[in-house]
């Protein structure tokens, strides 16, 4: 089974009137995504690709079951949406916007601990079930990247996404869930949070991180392995190699405090902990192979 989003996910879509929301409500149809319904306040009436649009989260449960929310609101607004969402007892919430107030994102967070909710963001692509159901903004359409598997993959980044995923499926494995936890300093859910889903998911064999230099995602991973939460083989590809000491580099959440972050402390703790770290996208499915992890691809 998927993780997080399949075929069965009765999605709603928070922002849905929107351009970025319109067109990628689309390309989430398209894929097979079970999108139900949408919300826009003083849209109520409207339709979106022959989507029902309701004011507020409230009035759309009354008509509607509902699964999962997807927003698509600008940074300012997010705070209130994944309120609105949890207060309306959806469980899992994707939010894409980049640039959320550090303090809205330590308040987002606080609260999907409370609701016992899984939130995935903010400054992310969202998660996708390759050829089954995706919610974000996912170029799924390239095949070369996005072909079901048995490799689960988690990432930090949205440039290399594409790139390490390309090179998985080019060594013969395709992907069962990609989850873009964001680059923000402070995402709603981390890694080390959703290796627990990795572990129980009979349908992933093994596991690829795509992190990079900044915060102690990586150094929580390594902490899971060596704490036997986390069993199945795993590769990392980790960004900012090269990246010159004591320099600021890429988004908000590449940054290296109180002495911790760095590529090479990242490193060392995965390696210590049974993990492969790749030296370049291309080693990332070379290194599967090495774990005897069987090629299974759609």
């Known amino acids: 089974m998927s993780i997080f989003i399949d075929r069965s996910t009765r999605v709603l879509v928070q922002g849905i009137t929107g351009s970025e929301g319109s067109f990628w409500t689309k390309h989430m149809i398209d894929l097979g995504t079970q999108v139900i319904c949408g919300v826009t306040p003083a849209k109520e009436g409207q339709t979106i690709?022959?989507?029902p649009v309701y004011h507020s989260v409230e009035r759309a449960l009354r008509n509607h079951e509902v699964d999962a929310s997807m927003i698509f609101v600008p940074p300012k607004l997010t705070k209130d949406?994944?309120?609105e969402a949890l207060a309306n007892g959806i469980k899992k919430?994707?939010?894409m916007a980049d640039g959320i107030p550090l303090f809205d994102m330590v308040a987002i967070r606080h609260a999907a601990l409370e609701h016992n909710a899984l939130v995935i963001g903010g400054n992310t692509s969202g998660v996708i079930s390759p050829e089954e159901a995706m919610m974000g903004s996912f170029p799924y359409w390239i095949q070369r990247v996005y072909k079901r598997g048995n490799i689960g993959v988690m990432t930090r980044s949205g440039s290399l996404t594409n790139e390490v995923t390309g090179m998985i499926v080019k060594q013969g494995y395709g992907v069962s869930t990609l989850i873009g936890v964001g680059g923000d300093p402070v995402p709603a859910t981390r890694f080390a949070e959703m290796l627990p889903y990795y572990q129980q998911d009979e349908?992933?064999?093994?596991?690829?991180?795509i992190g990079e230099l900044g915060g102690t995602m990586e150094e929580e991973v390594a902490e899971a392995m060596e704490k036997g939460i986390f069993t199945k083989p795993l590769v990392a590809f980790l960004g900012g190699r090269t990246a010159?000491?004591?320099q600021?580099?890429?988004h908000a959440g590449a940054i290296i405090t109180g002495g911790k972050g760095a590529v090479e402390d990242k490193i060392e703790a995965l390696t210590k902990a049974g993990a492969l770290v790749a030296d370049r996208p291309s080693n990332v499915g070379i290194l599967l192979e090495q774990l005897n992890v069987p090629k299974k691809l759609s």
């Open 49 to 51: 690709h022959d989507i």
């Open 81 to 83: 949406a994944v309120f």
């Open 93 to 95: 919430i994707v939010t």
């Open 203 to 209: 349908q992933t064999e093994a596991v690829v991180i």
């Open 244 to 246: 010159p000491k004591g």
């Open 248 to 250: 600021k580099m890429g």
